[in-house]
């Protein structure tokens, strides 16, 4: 992935919530590595049979009572420098819980550096509402 404004190199379908009525595929390398930061940061550890290291399985993580979002933090880092299109990884999570909220919400920033290019990823997340792309 030399130039993220390139034309695909690596045809995938679109999945989640991205999926559109038509199964469409994606059209971009940058659609694709944001897709499977997606992918990594959601999935348990184990669970993706096309590769069984990955995962860091955010829900499983954030849905008990004392989350660790240090470790959580630290693990999405190792996972996404794994990937060879990913020289560096720095993910901040944080606590937006406001008093009184009937659960627990999240900030989670993923700032992956590909070919001297920082791209900054956003999503909230909720136990009962999943991952969603912050501003939304």
């Known amino acids: 992935m030399s130039n993220l404004g390139a034309p695909l190199n690596y045809p995938d379908v679109v999945f989640d919530e991205d999926l559109d009525p038509f199964g469409n595929e994606i059209e971009s390398d940058f659609q694709g590595l944001t897709q499977d930061v997606r992918h990594i940061i959601e999935q348990a550890l184990g669970s993706n049979l096309d590769d069984l290291t990955k995962g860091a399985g955010l829900d499983q993580r954030l849905s008990g009572r004392a989350p660790d979002i240090i470790s959580l933090a630290g693990d999405i880092d190792e996972q996404l420098r794994s990937d060879d299109r990913i020289d560096s990884s720095n993910t901040t999570i944080t606590d937006t819980t406001q008093t009184g909220?009937?659960?627990?919400?999240?900030?989670?920033?993923?700032?992956?550096?590909?070919?001297?290019?920082?791209l900054n990823l956003g999503w909230s997340y909720t136990p009962g509402g999943g991952l969603v792309v912050q501003g939304q």
């Open 101 to 118: 909220d009937a659960q627990a919400s999240f900030s989670i920033i993923v700032e992956v550096d590909v070919n001297g290019q920082t």
